[in-house]
Antibody, heavy 122, light 108 residues
Framework: QVQLVESGGGLVKPGGSLRLSCAASGFTFSDYYMSWIRQAPGKGLEWVSYISSSGSTIYYADSVKGRFTISRDNAKNSLYLQMNSLRAEDTAVYYC???????????????WGQGTMVTVSS | QSALTQPASVSGSPGQSITISCTGTSSDVGSYNLVSWYQQHPGKAPKLMIYEVSKRPSGVSNRFSGSKSGNTASLTISGLQAEDEADYYCCSYAGSVVFGGGTKLTVL
């Protein structure tokens, strides 16, 4: 079955780092664009970052540019988000989601993982 | 970019129809047919309900429909059912991606 499973969340101090992973199964990972989207507690959705199917094209939200790095390993069917210089405002559930390459690059987010919670607090 | 504007809440009785609006600008909703809608139940991940303004992914009920006029997109749910009670988010391409603030749908 088509599935995305995030991991790597946890409690980290301000200024610290964390690496999130997203394991894909049930579909051809390299046929999909991938994104990270987050949701602060009790708040709405915020797009964080996008990576093309080959990994050659990457975009970030202004709020994380220069601090977060998205990457993927198509051989391992995995997506990653390296988060550095974390701030309290980065506290959120982080979701990975896919977009079929048959659609436009920023068309919509088809399948979502269950999310992993990141808490930035001293 | 600024978030898209959605009503904070809407409500309807079982069997009725409701519409949730999503207002953007000529730089996002008005310029691209890349508007999508997501349903989110408490504690769950969002689920794609509509993409490219009015297309339904496989498995989504035809009670859900989408449209767009100018800078405003809309999600209509007909024949309201109890399980439709959830938060709904619109999303548009705008050079990057922008979401609406979300609308809580209550089924009375």
């Amino acid at each position: 079955q088509v599935q995305l499973v995030e991991s790597g969340g946890g409690l980290v101090k301000p200024g610290g780092s964390l690496r999130l992973s997203c394991a894909a199964s049930g579909f051809t990972f390299s046929d999909y664009y991938m994104s990270w989207i987050r949701q602060a507690p009790g708040k709405g959705l915020e797009w964080v970052s996008y990576i093309s199917s080959s990994g050659s094209t990457i975009y970030y939200a202004d709020s994380v540019k220069g601090r977060f790095t998205i990457s993927r390993d198509n051989a391992k069917n995995s997506l990653y988000l390296q988060m550095n210089s974390l701030r309290a405002e980065d506290t959120a559930v982080y979701y990975c989601a896919n977009t079929p390459t048959l659609w436009a690059a920023f068309d919509a987010f088809d399948i979502w993982g269950q999310g992993t919670m990141v808490t930035v607090s001293s | 970019q600024s978030a898209l504007t959605q009503p904070a809440s809407v409500s309807g009785s079982p069997g009725q129809s409701i519409t949730i609006s999503c207002t953007g600008t000529s730089s996002d909703v008005g310029s691209y047919n890349l508007v999508s809608w997501y349903q989110q139940h408490p504690g769950k991940a969002p689920k794609l309900m509509i993409y490219e303004v009015s297309k339904r992914p496989s498995g989504v009920s035809n009670r859900f429909s989408g449209s767009k006029s100018g800078n405003t997109a809309s999600l209509t749910i007909s024949g309201l059912q109890a399980e439709d009670e959830a938060d709904y988010y619109c999303c548009s391409y705008a050079g990057s991606v922008v979401f609406g603030g979300g609308t809580k749908l209550t089924v009375l």
